[in-house]
């Protein structure tokens, strides 16, 4: 890895390690700009992290493997996964599945600038 990178990943990793041991001890005030500021770094490293497997599956040819890193490997595994067909069931038996869905009250966060 080039040392550059390597030393910003490792920063970033510190500083999320950081910001997890100070958590209780912060205020109120604190928390809420931390966790509104973390949003565009969750959803950029969402993003790095789909997009990386993707290349790791691309470089496999969808396939198990293993591809390695300086320090880490990353290993692809196919395995069968049994999904419920929500839509699919919705459609078919659309009374039965009113029947078995409830809407309750959920609190969302959000931030936005004061």
């Not at 809420?32 to 790791?56: E, M, W, Y």
């Not at 320090?71 to 049994?82: E, I, P």
């Not at 919705?90 to 004061?114: I, N, Q």
């Amino acid at each position: 890895m080039n040392k550059s990178l390597e030393k910003h990943v490792i920063a970033a990793s510190d500083a999320t390690e950081m910001l997890l041991k100070r958590l209780p001890d912060m205020p109120w005030e604190e928390k809420v700009d931390v966790a509104a500021r973390l949003r565009a770094v969750v959803k950029n490293c969402a993003t790095l992290d789909k997009a990386i497997k993707d290349d790791i599956k691309k470089r496999l040819r969808n396939k198990d493997g293993v591809v390695l890193g300086d320090v880490f490997k990353a290993s692809l595994n196919y395995n069968d996964v049994t999904r419920f067909q929500t839509e699919a069931f919705k459609e078919a038996h659309h009374d039965l599945y009113d029947e078995w869905c409830e809407t309750k009250p959920e609190g969302r966060v959000t931030f936005e600038p004061r």
